[in-house]
């Protein structure tokens, strides 16, 4: 569905006035109480401090038993993953997260077995179009152990969106401490299942293993989460009505997805292929260690969209750009204040990580520093796209973050590990830059 601007308002409106719905019976005026935005940041914030703690130290296990190379090739799979979460969230989170707050309650069983039904065609569609690029990517890479890393990396992806659809439809839904609930199980098994390997086998643990042990986390995450859940039925009316508006999403939010996995994986994939699997196991520890600043981030994927499209069905465009402003601001303070933190705490991050000083640590860890923050501030300003539902702009803004991606990683063959790091902080730049461009006086009115 392609609503102009005006529709839109129009739209919102109406439905504040009690009109009757624009799409259908889908969407009538809604007088539930929902979770102030704050509640929602709260928990969502405490979910992403338990999932960085539990990754980073993750990590630290796995660089210990694998070493640089079996983690450079974990490391890999896992970017894989990440890129798939990252169109899962573009299929299903995102729509979800904009379009449930304006249902009304007795839509909620329905609307859950139309997601369910999305959740599981995208897996499957998603591990095949992954299981028919692999041999060439492999042979592209010169990386023939990708292909038998194939089972456990599409088994972890099916779980990882299992278990990331049940927080997520928490948080949207008005339980955010169900969906902390889901996080807290899912990384505490994770953690639990690798530091068990790590005591009884230390031998038993290789790429492979370690991606099941991240599966069955999710797996336990996603189980408990729907444990929570309303029975879900299926509505042939709810679905004509929101089926356009989900398309809408998908075809441009895919489109922008494809954009972004090439930014985000050419960095990586060039250094991989001119510094070999020991300099991505650098890397990597090193860019997840600076992900601790992506906390606000990750946690605005979650709130921020629901939260933002509550503010303009309220207020209009006037509480969408108050609440997007707000959001960056503390989103600058926090970087500010962590980021300095890292720089200070760098020589001995280096040592617990790699147990000896790593050359270019700390300089490598700010360029991902500003990385991360362009990520947050783009992400911030980027909601507006959701909520007015126009997220064909989100093509623009990847598209050129790719161009910058793939022509600043070949810089890694002349400054090393350092080139791969200025890539991904030179796309994220751009993409915020052109994210500003686009967004500047949709939120004036």
């Known amino acids: 569905m392609n609503a102009s601007r005006s529709t839109i308002f129009a739209m919102a409106r109406l439905r504040l006035s009690g009109g009757a719905a624009a799409v259908g019976p889908a969407l009538p005026p809604d007088g539930r109480a929902r979770p102030r935005g704050v509640k929602r940041a709260h928990w969502a914030m405490a979910g992403q401090v338990l999932t960085s703690a539990a990754n980073l130290l993750t990590t630290v296990l796995l660089i210990r038993l694998l070493g640089l190379e079996g983690f450079g090739q974990f490391s890999l799979c896992?970017?894989?993953?990440?890129?798939?979460?990252?169109?899962?969230?573009?299929v299903v989170l995102a729509p979800m997260s904009t379009i449930a707050p304006k249902l009304r309650t007795s839509s909620q069983r329905a609307y859950l077995g139309f997601l369910l039904l999305l959740v599981a065609g995208f897996v499957v569609v998603s591990s095949l179009v992954v299981a028919a690029l692999l041999y060439p990517l492999s042979w592209m890479l010169g990386a023939p152990w990708l292909m038998t890393l194939a089972v456990p990396m599409l088994v972890t992806h099916a779980m990882a969106s299992g278990s990331d659809f049940c927080a997520r439809l928490h948080m949207v839904t008005g339980n955010p401490k169900r969906s902390f609930g889901v996080e807290w199980v899912r990384y505490s098994v994770q953690f639990g299942v690798i530091l068990g390997i790590f005591v009884q086998n230390p031998s038993a643990l290789t790429p492979a293993t370690a991606l099941y042990a991240l599966a069955i986390a999710a797996l336990a995450g996603a189980m408990t989460g729907m444990m929570f859940t309303p029975t879900p039925k299926l509505s042939r009316?709810?679905?004509?009505?929101?089926?356009?508006?989900?398309?809408?999403?998908?075809?441009?939010?895919?489109?922008?997805?494809?954009?972004?996995?090439?930014?985000?994986?050419?960095?990586?994939?060039?250094?991989?292929?001119?510094?070999?699997?020991?300099?991505?196991?650098?890397l990597r520890p090193i860019q997840q260690l600076s992900n601790i600043l992506n906390l606000p981030t990750n946690a605005m994927h979650q709130f921020l969209p629901t939260t933002a499209t509550e503010a303009f069905q309220k207020r209009g465009v006037t509480g969408l750009g108050t609440t997007l402003r707000t959001a960056a601001g503390w989103t600058l303070l926090y970087f500010t204040v962590v980021a300095l933190a890292l720089m200070v705490l760098s020589p001995a991050l280096s040592t617990f990580i790699f147990a000896t000083p790593q050359p270019g640590f700390t300089s490598l860890i700010l360029i991902f520093a500003a990385a991360n923050l362009f990520i947050a501030l783009r992400v911030v300003f980027s909601t507006a796209f959701l909520c007015i539902e126009e997220p064909r702009q989100f093509v623009l803004v990847h598209g050129l973050g790719m161009l910058f991606a793939i022509g600043i990683s070949f810089s890694a063959s002349a400054l090393g590990p350092t080139g791969i790091a200025l890539a991904v902080a030179g796309s994220t730049g751009a993409g915020l830059l052109m994210c500003l461009l686009l967004v500047r006086g949709k939120l004036d009115g």
């Open 78 to 90: 896992f970017l894989m993953i990440m890129v798939l979460r990252s169109f899962f969230m573009s």
């Open 237 to 282: 009316r709810l679905t004509a009505a929101l089926w356009p508006r989900h398309w809408n999403f998908i075809r441009w939010m895919s489109l922008a997805n494809i954009v972004e996995s090439v930014q985000t994986m050419a960095p990586m994939f060039i250094g991989l292929a001119l510094l070999g699997e020991a300099a991505l196991g650098v």
